[in-house]
């Protein structure tokens, strides 16, 4: 069964087409913590193919604030496929192929854009 088109968007990785949904929670205020608000959502990835496979879902945790952009996504796809996801598979859906598999921290996302921010500052 493919992912909905409604409220999903395309993204090309590296030549290949998926369709991902980031589905956000509220965020988390707590009056004894002194570190900002954050919020978080499940991310579900697809391959937008015309008969696509199974998804891979993440959990994702970010500041409030912040946003999750298409680099981050990509970035977090390209991470799946390196672990070992096959979008193409009749398979069950995965569930974070994060190597540890807890939350994945949008911050601490390299993308290929912050990096290039980091070599033209310096």
């Known amino acids: 069964m493919g992912m909905p088109r409604k409220g ?7 030549g290949q087409k998926f369709r ?10 707590r009056w004894d913590e002194p570190q900002p608000a954050r919020t978080g959502g499940t ?15 993440h959990w994702l945790s970010w500041l409030v604030g912040t ?7 990509r970035e977090i ?4 496929l390196l672990h070992g996801w ?3 598979s009749r398979k069950a859906p995965i569930h974070s192929k994060v190597p540890d598999g807890s939350e994945i921290d949008v911050e601490n996302i390299e993308t290929k854009l912050s990096v290039i921010r ?4 310096s």
């Open 77 to 80: 796809i390209r991470r799946d």
């Open 118 to 121: 980091d070599v033209h500052d």
């Open 20 to 29: 991902w949904m980031l589905d956000s929670s509220k965020p988390r205020y």
């Open 86 to 88: 096959k979008p193409a």
């Open 8 to 14: 999903s968007r395309v993204i090309d990785v590296d």
């Open 67 to 73: 946003s999750v952009t298409p680099e981050v996504v």
């Open 43 to 57: 991310l579900t990835v697809q391959e937008d193919a015309e008969s696509p496979g199974h998804v891979i879902q």
